[in-house]
């Protein structure tokens, strides 16, 4: 199993490209960022600075999407930064949430999506797409350029839509039985699709917090960094009701049924631990969602995952012991998971 680490592009930058270092040294494989040009700092300008100041690390959004940059823009960023550094980048690729309900915008349509991703990948690649009518290549991009896409989805018809389209997917949350049902979903959508399932990679993201014993006062500690994630999540799953209703039975009620409770969201504490819009998520959803306790718990959760077809963990890093999580994973987590 690949490890990576996921950061918000808060200033200043140095601090983002020493954790990313920090992680590479300690075994991760992918450093993600969040992608919301209001609310952190530019990434695909940082991207540039960690893969200078890292050896191996893949870098990438988690997750862009189709409307805030034109699709030839993307193209090329990631273009060039592999022509720079040699390959080491992944396009994360969602419906945006943040990023478009900041500045006033809906997000897109899952139609937008797939025409975004088609044309991203095949001129990352140096290969010819069609912007609307208009045929373009960017003549500049070397032969054996790769850009894989990979697309983060909840939803029956995006999950469907990943399985047949994205060269990966991106689930944003480490529940077991979620991941089952998701996994599957994906991996039969590639099947009937007429793909090989094993190319689909398989990447769950979710906080981690190590703690020391599992004292209930180091574990009520954990889920208080944790929480906002299950806000962050409920922003989709709320997407979903509104779109399949709750007892639908088209999504699974172990994923919809603790947004009850949910009154709003203010994405100006977005990411962040203490976000008092997530008081309504339960200690049950964030043991669920996310990876918390001593290590021994961590080991056993992400074998598990892996069991269950996850090719990569992605640790989100937004809470008080960044440093402390890093350095644990890479002397106790991973190289016990991958034994």
């Given at each position: ?85 040699g ?42 797409a ?20 990979w ?57 981690a ?8 006062e ?62 309504f ?11 918390i ?47």
């Amino acid at each position: 199993m690949d490890f990576g680490l996921v950061l918000q592009t808060d200033p200043p930058a140095s601090r983002v490209i020493e954790l990313m270092q920090r992680a590479e040294r300690n075994g991760f494989t992918h450093g993600w960022t969040f992608d919301s040009a209001v609310l952190w700092q530019e990434p695909f300008v940082i991207y540039s600075q960690i893969l200078a100041n890292t050896r191996r690390l893949t870098v990438g959004p988690m997750v862009t999407n189709a409307g805030t940059r034109t699709w030839e823009v993307t193209a090329s960023t990631f273009a060039t930064l592999n022509d720079m550094f040699g390959n080491r980048t992944v396009c994360g690729i969602g419906r945006g949430d943040s990023a478009m309900r900041v500045a006033g915008r809906k997000p897109n349509t899952l139609a937008r999506i797939s025409d975004a991703m088609k044309v991203i990948r095949a001129l990352g690649r140096g290969e010819e797409a069609d912007l609307g009518g208009t045929a373009v290549r960017l003549p500049w991009v070397r032969d054996g350029a790769e850009l894989p896409v990979w697309m983060a989805a909840y939803g029956p018809k995006a999950l469907k839509m990943t399985g047949e389209e994205a060269d990966g997917f991106i689930l944003q949350l480490a529940d077991l039985y979620l991941t089952e049902y998701m996994v599957k979903a994906v991996k039969d959508a590639a099947v009937a699709a007429g793909r090989d399932p094993s190319e689909v990679t398989i990447c769950v993201a979710a906080p981690a917090y190590v703690t020391k014993d599992d004292s209930p006062e180091a574990l009520a500690h954990a889920r208080e960094q944790c929480r906002w994630f299950g806000g962050m999540v409920g922003n989709h799953v709320a997407d979903l009701v509104t779109r399949y209703g709750a007892d639908s039975g088209a999504v699974p009620a172990e994923l919809t049924g603790y947004i009850k409770a949910r009154e709003g969201y203010d994405y100006a504490h977005h990411g962040r631990s203490g976000n008092p819009d997530t008081r309504f998520v339960p200690d049950e959803i964030v043991d669920r969602f996310c990876v918390i306790g001593p290590v021994e718990r961590h080991i056993e959760k992400l074998k598990a995952l892996r069991e269950l077809g996850v090719d990569q963990f992605a640790v989100y890093d937004m809470h008080d012991a960044q440093e402390a999580v890093i350095d644990a994973y890479g002397s106790a987590v991973i190289a016990a998971v991958n034994a």
